[in-house]
């Protein structure tokens, strides 16, 4: 990428085992969703992050479907999830026939512990049944943290008020893999991957995440019986393959061979990838320092962060533009940024949604841009990054 090109905000990566294993998948006509790429990739993404079993899935968004239907989410169920989110954690909500709770972030854009221990404890009241939300009277289903850009999830608090309200745990760690927590972070959390901590925990490898099939997915958990029901609901819920019966409503889940070969070759290359994303981390952090009214977003000292996407705050009233105001400049330039995703409190389908106090997410959603952070980006692409940003208006 020459240093006059378009510099796009996060593209794949491939290397060359990616395309030696595709080349197998093609001449040994192994092509679809059956083949041996299939299971070595769940037997080593499970390996990976210190789970039991591990499912692939067509999507990230597929995970989280059937993970909340086995965590036992029921249509008119409410599930506890925060507002700043790809909207996609909302919809597999919705597909179970469930409605999310909109809940604030931390400084980190993460779901705010303080946010579900206020609701459960003001909004919520404990029944034989499970736990109801008062003003409504529908039950709570699941609580849904997820790790924002790869930033590990302050959840050991999440996880004893779940545990306090026999509340399952989905989390959505699909921009966290290779995010560790520390040896010190807490006794539940030491040393744990995420997305291994919950029930289940649910990832993409979508095309811009830090590896990725092209588009798929991976549900993580320790339970078998919980692991075998998920294979069988993403591959049609066949009970009989010969005579092609199926006692249950399945869904076409499944990971193609194709895409495993290649999310085989990208987790190969993950420690290395990682790598990079810290050092352009550090080198945003380094170029920036110093310019008033910009900072690159901290992360959380919880755990070791895979660093997949750095987050630019901007003090508009003293660096002198706005987030749009910025993001149009670096467009011109052939530079793509992108803003948070919008909050989902204000998307059309969840207007009517129930919503704690969002002011947190509010603050960060105005202030944020994402900046360039391929796994490929040079050094000289990124300096001009740099360049444009202390140039200002």
């Known amino acids: ?116 221990e206020l609701f459960l404890r003001d909004e919520c009241e404990r029944e034989r049944e499970g736990v109801f939300h008062r003003a409504s009277g529908r039950r709570i289903g699941a609580i849904m943290p997820v790790h924002i850009f790869g930033n590990a999830v ?51 490898f979508n095309g811009n995440k830090i590896i990725t099939t092209g588009g798929g997915g ?53 420690a290395d990838f990682k790598k990079r994303k810290r050092e352009i981390y550090e080198r945003y952090e380094a170029g920036l320092a110093g310019i008033a009214g910009l900072r690159l977003a901290p992360v959380p000292v919880n755990a070791e962060n ?8 901007i003090q508009s009233d003293v660096y002198g533009e706005s987030r749009d105001e910025v993001m149009s400049r670096l467009g011109g330039v052939g530079i793509q940024v992108r803003p948070v995703w919008e909050l989902n409190h204000r998307q059309r389908p969840y207007l009517g949604a129930i919503q704690a106090s969002l002011s947190r997410a509010e603050a960060l959603h105005a202030i944020t841009l994402n900046l360039p952070c391929s796994v490929g980006l040079s050094q000289t692409d990124q300096e001009k990054v740099i360049r444009e940003l202390r140039r200002g208006r």
């Not at 302050?154 to 996880?159: A, T, Y």
């Not at 076409?252 to 987790?267: D, K």
């Not at 895979?306 to 705050?313: F, G, I, V």
Request: aromatic letters at 8%; glycine letters at 8%; one cysteine or more.
């Open 1 to 116: 990428m020459s240093d006059s090109s378009f510099i796009p905000l996060c593209v794949p990566h491939i290397r060359a085992r990616e395309l030696d294993y595709v080349r197998e998948c093609i001449e040994t006509e192994w092509v679809s969703s059956a083949g041996p790429f299939v299971d070595k990739f769940e037997r080593e993404f499970a390996r990976e992050v210190g789970s039991r079993y591990a499912v692939a899935c067509a999507s990230g968004t597929a995970a989280l479907h059937v993970s909340l239907l086995l965590a036992g989410v029921k249509r008119g169920d409410l599930v506890l999830v925060p507002t700043l989110t790809f909207i996609s954690s909302v919809n597999a909500i919705h597909y179970c026939g469930a409605a999310p709770v909109f809940l604030d972030c931390d400084d980190f854009y993460n779901l705010e512990p303080d946010a579900v």
């Open 218 to 270: 991976m549900i993580v958990m320790n339970d078998e019986s919980l692991a075998k029901r998920a294979k069988y609901l993403t591959t049609q819920a066949k009970d009989d393959e010969a005579r092609f019966i199926h006692n249950e409503v399945g869904f076409n889940y499944r990971l193609t061979n194709v895409q495993a070969a290649i999310g085989l070759g990208q987790l190969e290359c993950l």
């Open 154 to 204: 302050s959840l050991e608090r999440i996880l004893l008020a779940a545990r306090e309200h026999d509340l399952p745990v989905v989390e959505d760690a699909a921009e966290g893999l290779g995010t560790r927590y520390h040896a010190d972070a807490g006794a539940a959390l030491a040393g744990r991957h995420v997305g291994t901590l919950g029930l289940f925990g649910c990832f993409s």
């Open 306 to 313: 895979n660093h997949w996407m750095p987050c630019l705050q």
